[in-house]
Every structure is written in structure tokens, then in C-alpha cells.
């Protein structure tokens, strides 16, 4: 289910469980979206949503939010979405600024893929020859 953004990050700022959430939630329904319009997108499994008993964030499954986003851009339209971070373990958390890069990616992406589904072509009538609403 998608959730607006958050991109107005700032230097401090708490990232916890719901933050997590909201961004794998969001790719998530990015790839959905996307797989309507491209057939293949790769697209690495992000796993169950975490609970607050889930304390920690570890680098891989940062990286994972970083890939997928950059593949589901890739694969669909290139914007201009930054470069791609990647974390290693014992070293310093994602911060404010890759972030809000990520989650305005996200949402940019989002509104493309809108964009490209509501205006998808379809046909004014039906195979057994009839007009939608009406007879030929």
C-alpha cells in the first residue's frame, strides 16, 4: 500500500520501523505498478515488513532499498534520481540526504508510472464487434 514520502529529512532526524516500512512498502508497489507497463523489472525481495521488536537495520537490506529503486528506474525510465549509495556494515547509516534522494526517487517514479498507466491506449470497442456502450 503506498504512503506519501517523507523528504524533508534533516541531519538527526530518527529512522525507525515505520520509515523502513514506508519505503520497502513503496518500491514495492513501484514494481507492481511497473510490471503493468514492463514485463521484466528485476526486483530483489525485501522480506517481511519489521516490527518494532526488529531494533536493528543492517546494511544489506539498505542496499536492497537502493538496488531495487535503481532498477526499477532503469528498467522503466531513467530519470535523473542520483547516484546509488551502498552501506557497509560497521560503518556509517544511511543519512538525511541519501534519504530524502531515495524517497523523492520513489515518488517521482511513482508519478510517471501513474502517468504511463492511466494513459495506456485501449481499444473503443470489443472483439465480438461491438462499441463499448453501444452497437456498431
Known amino acids: 500500500m503506498w504512503r506519501e514520502p517523507k523528504t524533508d529529512w534533516k541531519p538527526g532526524d530518527a529512522f525507525n520501523v515505520s520509515d523502513y516500512n514506508r519505503i520497502k512498502g513503496n518500491l514495492e508497489e513501484l514494481r507492481t505498478m511497473a510490471l503493468q507497463m514492463w514485463p521484466q523489472v528485476p526486483y530483489e ?6 516490527t518494532y521488536e526488529d531494533i536493528s537495520f543492517y546494511a544489506d537490506e539498505i542496499n536492497r532499498f537502493e538496488d531495487n529503486l535503481e532498477s526499477i528506474c532503469r528498467n522503466t525510465y531513467p530519470f535523473p534520481i542520483g547516484e546509488k549509495q551502498t552501506f557497509e556494515a560497521n560503518r556509517p547509516f544511511i543519512g538525511s540526504a541519501e534519504l530524502n534522494r531515495l524517497e523523492s526517487g520513489i515518488r517521482m517514479i511513482r508519478g510517471y508510472l501513474e502517468g504511463s498507466i492511466d494513459g ?17
Open 45 to 50: 525481495d525485501m522480506g517481511p515488513d519489521k
Open 120 to 136: 495506456q491506449r485501449t481499444l473503443e470497442f470489443e472483439l465480438d464487434g461491438e462499441l463499448k456502450g453501444g452497437m456498431l
